[in-house]
C-alpha cells in the first residue's frame, strides 16, 4: 500500500441501498434475532395480566372466582400459553448471554462463561421453586 | 461538554426488568395462566390476599412492574426501529413507549397500594 489514499472531501448524499421491511425474515439468524425481541410484547401482556389478577384479588372473593373463570378462557389459555414460549426465550437468551455481561474475577482469574452461565440457570431453578411455594403453600 | 442523555439510565432499567423476567415470569405464568385454568386447585382467595397484600411484597410487585414495564418499552422501541425501520418517527415512538410505563406504573402502585 504505497499510494495514497484518495478521499471525496463531501458528501452530500450517500447512496444506500433500500432495505425491505421485512429483511428479518431472509435469515434464520435474524428471525431468531426478531423472535427474542418480540418476547418484549409478552412481558408487557404479563404485567397486565398479573395486575388484572392483583385488581381482582383486592374486590373480593367474587371477583378473584370470575377472574379465574375469565382465565381459563381457551383464547386466553392460548395467548399466556404463547406469552410463556416467548419469555422462556428471552430467559434463555438472557442467560446464555449473561457471561458476555458479567466479567468475573476471582484470585486473579476470570471465571469461565459456562460457570456463569450455568449460576444463572440455579437461580431460575431457586426463584421458581421459591414463588411457586409461597403461590401455593408457603404462607398458609 | 460531553451531551448528557438518559440512554445510559434506560439501559440500565432494561436489564433490571430483563433479569425480572426471566426469573419470575416462567414460573408465574405456568402456574395463573395455565395450571390453574386447566384443574389444578388454586389458591384460597384468603391466601392470595396474604400473600400479595404483605407489605413486601406490595413493594416487590410494584418495584417489579416498573422495571418489566422499562424492559419491554426499551425493547419494542429498538425492534421497532431495527425491524420496520421507523427511525424517523422517533418523537412518537418514546411518547407511546414510556407513556405506556407511566401508565402502567402508576395503575401498580394504585392496584398495590389499595390492597386491604
Known amino acids: 500500500m504505497s499510494e495514497q489514499p484518495t478521499y471525496t472531501p463531501f458528501h452530500p448524499r450517500w447512496y444506500r441501498p433500500r432495505i425491505s421491511t421485512w429483511w428479518w425474515l431472509r435469515r434464520w ?39 379465574m373463570g375469565w382465565a381459563a378462557n381457551p383464547g386466553i389459555v392460548l395467548v399466556n400459553l404463547v406469552s410463556l414460549l416467548f419469555v422462556v ?34 437461580l431460575w431453578v431457586v426463584t421458581s421453586l421459591l414463588v411457586a411455594w409461597i403461590v401455593l403453600a408457603g404462607w398458609r | ?55 413486601l411484597s406490595r413493594v416487590t410487585i410494584f418495584v417489579s412492574c416498573t422495571l418489566l414495564l422499562f424492559h419491554s418499552a426499551h425493547r419494542v422501541r429498538f425492534t421497532l426501529y431495527d425491524a420496520l425501520q421507523i427511525k424517523h418517527l422517533h418523537e412518537f415512538v418514546v411518547l407511546l413507549v414510556y407513556g405506556a410505563v407511566l401508565v402502567g406504573t402508576v395503575a401498580a402502585g394504585y392496584l398495590v397500594w389499595q390492597l386491604p
Do not use: D
Open chain 1, 29 to 67: 439468524s435474524s428471525l431468531a434475532f426478531i423472535l427474542r425481541e418480540v418476547s418484549s410484547i409478552f412481558v408487557a401482556w404479563f404485567v397486565f395480566f398479573f395486575l388484572l389478577l392483583v385488581a381482582a384479588v383486592g374486590r373480593g372473593e367474587a371477583a378473584y372466582q370470575e377472574f
Open chain 1, 89 to 122: 426465550l428471552h430467559a434463555v437468551t438472557w442467560f446464555n448471554l449473561a457471561p458476555q455481561a458479567m466479567v468475573v474475577h476471582m484470585r486473579g482469574k476470570r471465571v469461565p462463561g459456562k460457570l456463569i452461565a450455568a449460576s444463572n440457570y440455579g
Open chain 2, 1 to 55: 461538554m460531553v451531551k448528557r442523555t438518559l440512554e445510559p439510565l434506560l439501559w440500565l432499567l432494561f436489564s433490571a426488568g430483563g433479569v425480572v423476567a426471566a426469573l419470575v415470569i416462567p414460573v408465574l405464568l405456568l402456574l395463573f395462566g395455565l395450571a390453574f385454568p386447566l384443574g389444578l386447585s388454586p389458591p384460597s382467595h384468603e391466601h392470595m390476599l396474604a400473600v400479595l397484600g404483605h407489605p
